[in-house]
């Protein structure tokens, strides 16, 4: 099992669709989940912490599921702006703290 | 957003040479971190650096590859005899806070291309 995975996608869907995300992690130790998204061939940029009560910004929704080992973003009402791939991170669980992984990315396209 | 910086942008380089690519931190960050994005693959995560040693790293970061702090503000990621895979887009990233493990910003990236 890959230690972090996600639906590379494409995800299509038109302006206005409210579309959703998930990603499942191997190591039941990891402490810090994280959502950022990256534009073609840049670099990636922090979307939102992900937390077990959930936390919202806007548009953007972001749960935990430690028991699952399972993590979801919700975008509402998606822009054009929000084309681009989203990336899942999780951090701790290794021989140190700092062990960073990340996902495969799963790529949104929004479509007017 | 803090900003942390990279050169160079776009490096171009023959089989078997070295690079140095540098990046400049935010500052005043005792942790920093280095990682690699080969083209349509996913981020790797290659080195974290606290407090001027190395305080985890990868299967990929093996002799080939080394990390230094060579003055106050700048860390550098040396490739000793580069290697066709080595293409790839090199990102530096510092943590939003003075504890590693936090959120991440990441630099712009260099694009490493091995001929």
């Known amino acids: 099992r890959k230690e972090v995975e996600q639906d590379p996608g494409p995800f299509n869907v038109p302006e206005g669709a409210t579309v959703a995300f998930n990603c499942t992690y191997s190591?039941?130790?990891?402490?810090?989940f994280f959502w950022y998204r990256q534009d073609c061939r840049k670099e990636p940029k922090l979307l939102m912490s992900?937390?077990?009560s959930g936390n919202e910004d806007g548009r953007f929704t972001a749960q935990l599921n430690r028991a699952s080992q399972y993590i979801s973003l919700l975008i509402r009402d998606s822009k054009l702006s929000d084309s681009a791939t989203y990336l899942c991170?999780?951090?701790?669980?290794?021989?140190?703290?700092?062990?960073?992984?990340f996902g495969t990315g799963t790529k949104l396209q929004v479509i007017p | 957003e803090p900003e942390v910086t990279q050169t160079p942008s776009h490096q171009v380089t023959q089989m078997g040479q070295e690079v140095i690519l540098r990046c400049v931190p935010i500052s005043n960050h005792l942790y920093f971190y280095w990682y690699r994005q080969i083209l349509g693959q996913k981020v790797e995560f290659l080195v974290s650096?606290?407090?001027?040693?190395?305080?985890?790293k990868s299967e990929i970061f093996d002799d080939q590859f080394s990390v230094e702090r060579p003055d106050g503000s700048n860390f550098t990621l040396k490739i000793r005899s580069t290697k066709l895979e080595d293409s790839a887009m090199y990102f530096c990233a510092s943590p939003g806070g003075v504890r590693g493990g936090e959120t991440q910003y990441f630099g712009p990236g260099t694009r490493l291309l091995v001929l």
């Open positions: 650096f606290y407090n001027n040693e190395i305080s985890e």
């Open positions: 991170v999780v951090i701790g669980g290794g021989g140190g703290y700092q062990k960073v992984t």
């Open positions: 190591n039941s130790a990891s402490q810090s």
């Open positions: 992900v937390y077990s």
